[in-house]
């Protein structure tokens, strides 16, 4: 149980790194579009090592730091490297970066992923906004004592994708001319990918795509009163979808090839939100 002082503790440290400036926007960016802290203007970057109490992201292609500044005119902080559970990480260190960010005052929460297409609708390539999720496995991110100072015990999940960033994001796709998908994330822990029964199982369930992070990020940040908004790039067809096996190169091979596109409707939806 991470106790409620040192969220205060890495707050405090991470206030005195940034002199003043205030992020509005949290962006929690899933591979190929980490980059984009890289185009923060007048960006102030703090490793995750000079935290106190921040855990250091071990995924490749994740750098490990902060960046704030502004895009689109928002003032946002990036998180360049997330954490995921397979890398032995507790649902709870996950969420700690983002409790962090909300006591600097970030009310607002983009979150992004590369993920298997489980609609067999879907192409690789295509970018799908999230509307819901489905988390089944492991325990939540919100177990253990409650911290009231986030919020309460038992929180409403109905709105969890905040609806009014939804329709920023259909229109920002619009005005691109960019084909949005929608539909339901369900979270798998991995590292591996799921089973061709598995994905099964998630289709019957009514997901649209399986993945290995943003549930837990999204439960913490709508538990602290956060609005999500929340994107999927399909990286792949899911396990079985296809007659071939899945690779950790061909996620990020997807990823980049969309990171322009992607970039362009993360830009485009900020001044909205
Ligand atoms: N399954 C789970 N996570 C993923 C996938 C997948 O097919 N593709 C990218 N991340």
């Not at 802290?37 to 106190?52: A, L, S, T």
């Not at 509307?131 to 109905?158: A, V, W």
């Amino acid at each position: 149980m991470i106790p409620f002082a040192y969220y205060e503790e890495s707050a405090a440290a991470l206030r005195a790194k940034i002199s003043g400036f205030q992020p509005e926007v949290l962006m929690v960016l899933g591979s190929g579009l980490g980059y984009m802290g890289d185009i923060v203007e007048d960006p102030i970057v703090v490793p995750y090592g000079e935290i106190p109490h921040f855990k250091v992201s071990t995924a490749p292609g994740h750098k490990g730091q902060l960046v704030f500044g502004t895009l689109s005119g928002r003032r946002v902080a990036v998180m360049q490297g997330r954490m995921h559970h397979y890398e032995g990480y507790s649902y709870e260190e996950i969420g700690f970066p983002i409790r962090v960010l909300r006591l600097l005052g970030c009310s607002n929460m983009i979150v992004t992923n590369a993920a298997g297409g489980v609609n067999l609708d879907f192409n690789v390539g295509d970018i799908m906004l999230i509307t819901d999720h489905i988390k089944l496995f492991m325990e939540s991110p919100l177990r253990g004592p409650n911290l009231e100072q986030f919020g309460t015990r038992f929180p409403d999940m109905s709105f969890l994708y905040t609806p009014a960033f939804q329709t920023a994001a259909r229109e920002s796709a619009k005005e691109l001319g960019l084909t949005l998908r929608e539909g339901v994330y369900m979270y798998w822990p991995g590292p591996q990918f799921e089973t061709p029964a598995e994905v099964r199982l998630a289709r019957t369930l009514g997901a649209d795509a399986v993945g290995m992070s943003t549930a837990p990020e999204a439960i913490v940040a709508g538990h602290c009163g956060m609005q999500v908004l929340g994107f999927t790039l399909v990286s792949n067809m899911a396990a079985g979808v296809l007659p071939q096996p899945l690779s950790g190169e061909e996620v990020n091979a997807a990823a980049e090839a969309a990171r322009e596109r992607f970039s362009k409707l993360l830009l485009t939806c900020l001044p909205k939100l």
